[in-house]
């Protein structure tokens, strides 16, 4: 652990931001970092936290002062860093570019869109399904069925193994945790199987033409892409499409049915949607965390310096409740629209799939809205401990028709 500095050290606090209690509730403690400072210095860790808003959205648009590259890649263990190598997450500008160009070849809004007609029909014959059931997991059920299917679908992958590699992209943001953390090794036990999977079972001839994946096996047939990194290149895009939208609806669907008032709401005028969606990813960001290393020493502000060469967790999960941005952050509010948050990253890392995942929110929620009047639970949710993401794993809930 490095000596503290004179800077760092009226910014220090010895809480485990990773242990299952903090996890479990992270917003009071997400409270008392924001008012330690522009950033707290995790002496258990080594590491430097930012929590407000305004200082996070400055981070993550500042890639040269707070690299994705720099002391390995944003993973919190070096065998991590290692795995991800050559990935858009473990990359800056221009290298960066070669893996983000693929994704956005895929993931252009205006291919997407062709695929609207098919996300929008399954979410409303799954909501006639569930309706039918009256009573279902939320997050098995409701929140699992279009990633299943359609970015699977997109993806151009076989019918072999879908279900397996949900199992290992659901876990694979542990993997990059603090080492030693039993769920980081966890995690990394389900890297592996998914990468040697991907590296042994698919391949250009099983994966559907016209597809992300081809586009992805064509691009390393012309040399854009480097053959050995289509591996992680498909997984990065599993991990983040399947692992996001999944926690960002299940969470949304929990929001609803403990705040019925906001449900009548958005039943009432369905073209609240949007708004409510947009709040629901705010209010329980479906990534918490993500790090990058300083190149150089950063002033924050109010005297507090991060040291060149310093890992840097930023906390999008504080930083959309910092009541320095939003009033009432704590207060789920459909009609707040805060199309400002920063769940999905900011600047030149972004998250790709985000347009995937709001166009797979808006059609399950509208097709809610359409048939669903009120949204209950029956049973406490479920909440298991992730290192970098936040989600229900279990939502049980009863519907009712309109």
């Not at 500095?5 to 479990?24: H, K, M, P, R, Y």
Request: charge should be negative; glycine fraction near 6%; charged fraction near 20%.
């Amino acid at each position: 652990m490095s000596t503290p500095t004179i800077a760092q050290s009226g910014f220090e606090t010895d809480v485990d931001l990773w242990s299952d209690e903090v996890l479990a509730d992270p917003y009071p403690t997400f409270q008392r970092l924001r008012d330690i400072g522009p950033a707290a210095y995790l002496t258990k860790y080594d590491m430097w936290l930012t929590t407000r808003y305004d200082i996070v959205k400055g981070a993550l648009n500042d890639w040269e002062s707070f690299s994705s590259a720099h002391l390995g890649g944003i993973a919190l263990n070096p065998g991590t860093n290692i795995a991800w190598h050559g990935s858009a997450l473990n990359t800056d500008p221009p290298e960066h570019s070669v893996p983000r160009t693929v994704f956005d070849n895929a993931l252009r809004p205006r291919h997407l869109r062709n695929s609207l007609p098919d996300i929008d029909a399954r979410a409303h014959r799954l909501v006639d399904i569930l309706l039918e059931k009256g009573e279902f997991d939320g997050v098995q059920d409701f929140a699992r069925d279009l990633p299943l299917h359609i970015v699977m679908d997109l993806v151009g992958w076989p019918q072999e193994g879908r279900r397996e590699m949900l199992e290992w992209a659901e876990g694979a943001f542990n993997a990059a945790g603090p080492e030693g953390n039993p769920r980081t090794v966890e995690g990394v036990n389900r890297v592996v199987a998914a990468m040697k999977f991907l590296s042994e079972t698919v391949n250009a001839d099983n994966i559907a033409p016209g597809s992300f994946g081809s586009i992805i096996f064509q691009a390393a047939e012309s040399g854009a892409l480097p053959r050995e990194f289509v591996p992680i290149t498909l997984a990065g895009y599993l991990n983040a499409s399947l692992d996001t939208t999944i926690n960002a609806v299940a969470s949304t669907l929990w929001l609803f049915a403990t705040h019925p008032e906001q449900w009548q709401l958005v039943h009432s005028d369905p073209t609240l949607v949007p708004s409510a969606f947009s709040e629901g990813v705010r209010m329980e960001s479906p990534i918490q965390f993500f790090s990058r290393a300083t190149t150089r020493a950063v002033d924050l502000g109010d005297g507090c310096v991060i040291p060149a060469d310093s890992r840097v967790v930023h906390s999008y999960g504080a930083a959309n409740r910092d009541e320095r941005h939003y009033a009432d952050p704590h207060v789920f509010d459909v009609r707040r629209n805060p199309t400002d948050h920063l769940a999905f990253d900011f600047g030149v890392h972004a998250c790709p799939g985000r347009t995937l995942t709001t166009m797979e929110g808006h059609a399950l929620f509208t097709a809610l809205a359409e048939k669903v009047s009120t949204i209950e639970l029956t049973a406490d949710p479920t909440w298991t401990p992730n290192n970098m993401t936040r989600g229900p794993s279990s939502v049980p809930v009863r519907i009712r028709a309109a």
